[in-house]
C-alpha cells in the first residue's frame, strides 16, 4: 500500500518534466524534498524517463551536496560553517550538536528524529553563528542555548510539527 | 478608489530579517495598521505596508521604514506595532532609532553612518520595493531600460556597456561588454545567456539578497544581455538554498511575461526570449563557468579546460553569455543612464561600485554598495562601526576561498580589482571577513583547504590530491605536530596548483595559504616551533585560564561553559572545590574564585568570550598540563 502511494509520488514528480536530460536534477531536487532521499525506485523511473543510464544519475546523486541516497531524519539541522560563522565559532557549535544529539555531521540519529549536516554558507553572515532547523534560522546562537534549540524539535516539543 | 497611498510603512523581509521573525511584525504591523486607518485623520493620510527585500544591516534587523519621512527602526518586535504605527507622521518612536557610538539617536537612514558612506547602484531598489509586485519596480522605472535597449542596435548597447568599464562581479572581474562582443562575434545560432546565482563564497550574500530583494532588475538586465547578444532563451542558475530567492525569481518571471517583458513578443517588438530557472545542486564548483553549464544541461557539474571560452561553445556546444548576478543588476542602469555616467563612479580600471559583505568580528555587519576604490579602512572603521568590542584588528579576508588576508598594513588599501590582485587577495565575490586577535590565521588557511578539498570535483590530480595533502599538512601544524619543511612544502604544493589545475577552483585554491604565509607567517613558527597557537584558537594547543587577580567572580564564564570545565572554588583561602549550593551561601563572606579543568577544557573560548574583564586567557596547553 505504501509503496504503490510512493510510486505514484515518483510518476507525479517525473510526468512534470519533459523527458529531456536537462530536467534530471530538477527531478531528484523534487524527490529529494519528497522523501528527504532519493529512493532507488525513483532513479529507476527517472533513468527511463529521460532515456539514460542509470549509473549516470547515480553520478549526479553523490556528486550534488542537496542529493541523498540514504533517507535523512525528520529533522534536519545544518550548522553554517561559513567562514563568518566559522571565525565565530561554528566548529564548538558542531562539537556542541555532536555533544548533544551524541551523532556526527553527516549522521541520522538512532530514533530517526534529527539528521546533523555542516553547510558551507547559507548566507546569513551578519547574524553568525547560524543554526537551519528545516526551514527555520537561529541567529546568533549560544552554546547555552543550542540544547534548548534542539530539544524544541524531539517529539514533543515545540517545533515538532 | 485610485487613491494613492500617501506614506508607507516599509518592512524588510529579507532571509536575515526573517530569521529574526520579521514576518510576526509586518503582521503585527499590519493589524496595528487596520486599527489605526478606522480613524484616519486628514494630515496623516493612508499608510500601505510593503514587505520589502534586504536592507543590507541584517544584524539589526528586523528593520521597518516609514516613507517618505525617512525613519527607520532597528531590531522591531511585535509588541512594537503601535508605538510604531502611532509615530506615522508624528514623532519618531526612539527606542527603536539607531543608536552609534555617541548614543544619539538617528532617524534618517542617510545620517546612519552604516548607509552614509554606501552609493546604492546595484541595490537601487532593494529595501524600498516589493519585490513580487512588478507594479513598484515599474514605478521605480524599471523595464524602461528594456524598451530603450529594444530600440537600440546591437552594436550601441554593446558599446554602451563598454564604455561603462563594467567588469564581472562573480570574481573573474572580465569586462561584461567585451563578454557579449565576442559572443555576438560568432555567427552560430542559437546563442543563450545565463545568470550564474550559484553563490557558492562562504561570507558573501549580495547575490542572494539581490535575487530575492530585486529579481526584476537581474530579469532587465539578463533580457537585455539576451538582445545585445541576439538569444532567444536563457536560464537562471540559482542555488537550491536561497529557497527564498528561487521563489521570488519565479514569480517575477511570470509577472514579466504577464505584462510582455519576456516571451515571444517582446513589448510588441517582435523579439523574443523565455527565460527559466535551473535550482543548482549545492557543489561550490558549478560557480565555475563551464561545470555550470554542465549542470544546465543535466550532467555532474564538472569544469572542463577551457581551450575554448563559452563565449564560443557553451551551452550545447554554443555561444554562450554567463553573467552574475550583481553585475546584471548594474546593467539596467547603464542603458537607462549611459556608459559614461556609470564609468564617473569607481577607480580608472575598476568602474561603478561593489556589494561587499562586511561581516566576521566588526561591530556593524551586513551588505554595504560603496564605489571602487574605497579604503579597507573607511569600509572596516567608516561604515563597520570598527571591530567588535574594539578588540584589536589582525586581518580582513577578502574574496572568499580564491582570496586572500590582508594585514593591518595594507588597511589603507584602495579596493579595486587590481589592487587587491597586485597584494596576493582578490575583490572575488566581494565577501569581506574581519578577523581579531581571536583569530588564528594558520586554522582560516586550514579551513579553507578543508572547504574546497571538499567542494575539488576530483577530476583533475593537482586540486584533488594537492588540495588533500595541503589539508594534511595544516591539520598537522593546527595540532602541533608540524615538521619544519612544512612551510617549503606548502609552497610547492601551492605553486603546482596554480599552474596544473584544471579550472580556477583549482588555480586559485592556494591562495588562502599563500596571503597568510605572506603576511602572518609567524603564527605558523609558532605553531610549528613552539607548539603554541597565538591567537588561542587551535584546541590542541589551547587552555583556557582564568586570572584570579583581573576576575570579579562574575560568574560569566562559569555559565558560559559548554562541558563544565569551569569551577567554581569556594572562597579564597579554601582549596577545594564546592557545589554550587555552598558557595551560594559562601558568597557572603568572600568572593569565590573560578578556576578551568584542563583536561575538560575543549579550549572552545565560550569562557573567554563571555569575561568582560580580560581575566580568562588562552594559554598554551602543554604549560599547563605537564
Avoid at chain 2, 551560594?584 to 578551568?596: F, I, Q, S
Wanted: net charge negative; aromatic share 6%; hydrophobic share 40%.
Amino acid at each position: 500500500m505504501v509503496e504503490k502511494t510512493e510510486a505514484e509520488q515518483i510518476q507525479e514528480i517525473i510526468q512534470h518534466y519533459p523527458g529531456q536530460r536537462r530536467h534530471a536534477l530538477a527531478a531528484m531536487q523534487d524527490m529529494q524534498h519528497c522523501f528527504n532521499y532519493l529512493p532507488r525506485a525513483g532513479l529507476v523511473a527517472l533513468a527511463e524517463h529521460m532515456h539514460c543510464p542509470l549509473v549516470q544519475l547515480y553520478s549526479m546523486a553523490t556528486f550534488y551536496k542537496a542529493l541523498s541516497l540514504k533517507p535523512k531524519g525528520r529533522h534536519i539541522i545544518k550548522v553554517c560553517d561559513g567562514t563568518a560563522c566559522h571565525i565565530k565559532g561554528s566548529m564548538s557549535m558542531i562539537d556542541g550538536v555532536q555533544r548533544h544529539l551524541k551523532i556526527s555531521p553527516g549522521d541520522v540519529s538512532a530514533d530517526g528524529q534529527f539528521s546533523v549536516e555542516t553547510v558551507n554558507c547559507l548566507g546569513t553572515c551578519a547574524l553568525a553563528p547560524v543554526l537551519l532547523v528545516d526551514e527555520k534560522h537561529f541567529g546568533k546562537v549560544t552554546l547555552g542555548q543550542l540544547p534548548q534549540v534542539i530539544d524544541s524539535y524531539k517529539p514533543g516539543g515545540g517545533n515538532d510539527g | 478608489m485610485a487613491e494613492v497611498a500617501l506614506r508607507q510603512l516599509l518592512v524588510c523581509c529579507g532571509t536575515g530579517c526573517l530569521a529574526n521573525d520579521a514576518r510576526a511584525v509586518a503582521d503585527a504591523l499590519e493589524t496595528a495598521l487596520q486599527d489605526a486607518n478606522l480613524d484616519i485623520s486628514v494630515e496623516r493620510g493612508s499608510v500601505e505596508l510593503k514587505r520589502t527585500g534586504c536592507n543590507g544591516f541584517c544584524e539589526r534587523g528586523p528593520i521597518v521604514k516609514i516613507h517618505p519621512d525617512d525613519v527607520s527602526y532597528y531590531r522591531v518586535k511585535p509588541e512594537h506595532a503601535e508605538s510604531i504605527v502611532a509615530s506615522i507622521g508624528a514623532e519618531p518612536y526612539k527606542p527603536l532609532l539607531f543608536r552609534g557610538d555617541d548614543k544619539q539617536p538617528v532617524t534618517r537612514q542617510v545620517d546612519n553612518p552604516f548607509y552614509a558612506h554606501q552609493t546604492k547602484i546595484a541595490l537601487r531598489n532593494i529595501g524600498q520595493i516589493d519585490p513580487l509586485n512588478i507594479d513598484d519596480y515599474l514605478q521605480a522605472g524599471g523595464y524602461l531600460a528594456l524598451q530603450k535597449a529594444l530600440l537600440m542596435p546591437t552594436d550601441e548597447i554593446i558599446a554602451a556597456v563598454v564604455a561603462s568599464g563594467l567588469r564581472g562581479r562573480g570574481g573573474a572581474g572580465f569586462p561584461t561588454g567585451i563578454k557579449w562582443r565576442s559572443a555576438n562575434s560568432y555567427p552560430s545560432l542559437p546563442r543563450y545567456v545565463v545568470c550564474n546565482g550559484d553563490e557558492g563564497d562562504p561570507g558573501a550574500f549580495m547575490d542572494r539578497s539581490i535575487l530575492e530583494g530585486d529579481p526584476h532588475s537581474v530579469i532587465e538586465g539578463l533580457a537585455i544581455a539576451a538582445l545585445a547578444v541576439g538569444a532567444e532563451q536563457g536560464f537562471l542558475y540559482i542555488r537550491d538554498e536561497y529557497g527564498l530567492a528561487v521563489k521570488n525569481v519565479a514569480a517575477a518571471l511570470q509577472a514579466a511575461a504577464d505584462c510582455g517583458y519576456l516571451g515571444d513578443d517582446i513589448c510588441g517588438s517582435g523579439r523574443k526570449l523565455s527565460l527559466e530557472i535551473v535550482r543548482g545542486g549545492g557543489a561550490f564548483v558549478c560557480g565555475e563557468s563551464t561545470a555550470l553549464m554542465s549542470s544546465i544541461e543535466g550532467y555532474v557539474g564538472e569544469p572542463r579546460a577551457k581551450y575554448i571560452r563559452s563565449v564560443e561553445r557553451g551551452l550545447w556546444g554554443q555561444p554562450t553569455v554567463l553573467n552574475n548576478v550583481e553585475t546584471l543588476a548594474n546593467v539596467p542602469y547603464i542603458i537607462t543612464f549611459g556608459g559614461a555616467e556609470y564609468a564617473k563612479v569607481g577607480t580608472a580600471g575598476s568602474k561603478g561600485t561593489k556589494v561587499f559583505s562586511l561581516v566576521g568580528k566588526v561591530k556593524r555587519s551586513g551588505l554595504v554598495e560603496v564605489p571602487m576604490g574605497v579604503t579597507l579602512r573607511s569600509l572596516i572603521y567608516d561604515v563597520g562601526g570598527g571591530i567588535a568590542q574594539d578588540r584589536p584588528f589582525k586581518a580582513i579576508q577578502t574574496g572568499g576561498p580564491s582570496g586572500g588576508c590582508l594585514p593591518e598594513s595594507l588597511l589603507d588599501l584602495e579596493v579595486d580589482f587590481e589592487s587587491l590582485l597586485e597584494h596576493h587577495a582578490m575583490v572575488g565575490s566581494g565577501g569581506m571577513i574581519v578577523m581579531d586577535d581571536r583569530s588564528c590565521m594558520v586554522e582560516v588557511a586550514h579551513y579553507y583547504v578543508d572547504f574546497l578539498c571538499g567542494e575539488s570535483c576530483g577530476k583533475c590530480t593537482p586540486c584533488r590530491e594537492g588540495l588533500r595533502h595541503m589539508r594534511d599538512i595544516l591539520a598537522g601544524i593546527c595540532a602541533g605536530h608540524g615538521q619544519p619543511s612544512d612551510i617549503d612544502e606548502l609552497e610547492e604544493l601551492a605553486f603546482c596548483l596554480q599552474e596544473a589545475a584544471l579550472c580556477a577552483l583549482g588555480k586559485t585554491a592556494a591562495n588562502p595559504v599563500l596571503s597568510t604565509l605572506r603576511y602572518f607567517r609567524e603564527e605558523f613558527e609558532a605553531h610549528l616551533n613552539e607548539q603554541r597557537c597565538p591567537a588561542g584558537v587551535c584546541p590542541s594547543l589551547t587552555v583556557m585560564q582564568v586570572d584570579s587577580e583581573a576576575c570579579t567572580a562574575c560568574g560569566a564564564c562559569f555559565k558560559a561553559c559548554p562541558v563544565g570545565a569551569v569551577h567554581q572554588l569556594a572562597a579564597v583561602g579554601a582549596a577545594a572545590a564546592v557545589d554550587e549550593h555552598q558557595a551560594g551561601n559562601d558568597k557572603k563572606a568572600d568572593k569565590p574564585r573560578y578556576e578551568v579543568d584542563v583536561m575538560a577544557c575543549t579550549a572552545c573560548g565560550s569562557c573567554r568570550e563571555a569575561c568582560r574583564f580580560e581575566a580568562v586567557k588562552a594559554v598554551k596547553k602543554e604549560a599547563v598540563c605537564a
